[in-house]
């Protein structure tokens, strides 16, 4: 059977990089689209087998170009998204115009499938600039494009995401750590590749024309993320309920750097709980069940964060000899 051919936006990122190593072992062809050819460009080549991923680098705003590339694919799956705004990459334009631009080439070309990765929670995070960038992005999508699928996942981790490293790394070097709403905002962490897996059968059983929330097996707290991550990594931390005041004093602070540890839109997020919702299909109602639980899966990576780094692991034990 000929391989159908995949147009990735996105393609460098964490799921983007799980996503073209799961796509190329079932005989899917990729093309991955990327801003910096020569910093991206290495990374992605090594994620499948030659032949079967070429690399593309242009301006994601750049029509003619995008043109070019969707009326050469059979699916589009926009895996691109931004979690605070710098300079001119700004919610409007990642999550409003760029979405709406390639869901009307799509739909111009006809294409089989489009796929677009928003996120959980968005139609309740009312004061939250990223929520209703995100939820404004879906809108214009299911105008331009009606078998477009859009999926919500919750927050999605692994060793490579910016989530639970950043939270290890802070809770390792910082002797407290402060609780927004006093940690008790609910997510349901869902692991890249159970949402790599949900993708995989998106695009494998062509299902279209759907909103999917995609999330984990276990609803946890913010608070118990931490605690669990203290842990599993053998560290002992206060963790301090902070007024809202003083949260948002510190948030327009760390927001003024390139890469805030917090901003005032997402303190704003916080308020609300980021789980399912009710109102739409998730990932165990259409038979592809979450596997991987919170604990087990970062206590394979958290060696890193611990006192003995590698020799903190279960295969160097108290018998063990090491030279």
Known sequence: MKPKNCLIFGASGQIGRHLIR???KNNYRITA?????????????????????????????DEQKLRDLISKT???????????????????????????LISKICKEY??????????????????????????????????????????????????????????????SRLPIFPLYY??????????????????YQVVSREITSTIIECVGPESISLKDILQKLLKIIGKKRQL????????????????????P????????????????????????????PSIHTFDLEVEKYAFMWKEDGQFSTKKYNKNSKII
Do not use: W
Request: net charge positive.
């Open 22 to 24: 799961k796509l190329t």
């Open 33 to 61: 689209v990327t801003r910096n050819l020569h910093q991206k460009g290495y990374i992605l080549k090594t994620q499948a087998n030659a032949g079967y991923i070429d690399v593309v680098e242009t301006n994601i705003f």
């Open 74 to 100: 059979d699916i589009c799956i926009n895996l691109i998204g931004i979690l605070f705004e710098k300079k001119r990459n700004t919610f409007k334009n990642i999550h409003i115009i760029f979405p709406n």
């Open 110 to 171: 006809n294409l089989q499938q489009f796929i677009h990765l928003s996120a959980l929670g968005i139609d309740e995070a009312k004061e939250s600039n990223y929520a209703k960038s995100k939820l404004e992005g879906e809108t214009n999508i299911k105008k331009n494009f009606f078998k477009a699928t859009i999926l919500r996942p919750s927050v999605v981790y692994s060793v490579d995401d910016n989530f639970t490293t950043n939270f290890m790394t802070l809770l």
């Open 182 to 199: 006093k940690g008790n905002t609910k997510f349901m962490p869902i692991h890249c590749s159970d949402l790599t897996e949900i993708i």
């Open 240 to 259: 301090i309920t902070l007024p809202l005041f003083i949260a948002k004093l510190l948030a327009s602070f760390f927001q003024i750097f390139p890469k």
């Open 261 to 288: 540890l917090l901003t005032l839109d997402q303190l704003n997020l916080l308020k609300y709980d980021n789980v399912t919702s009710g109102k739409y299909k998730t990932n165990f109602d259409i038979g592809v």
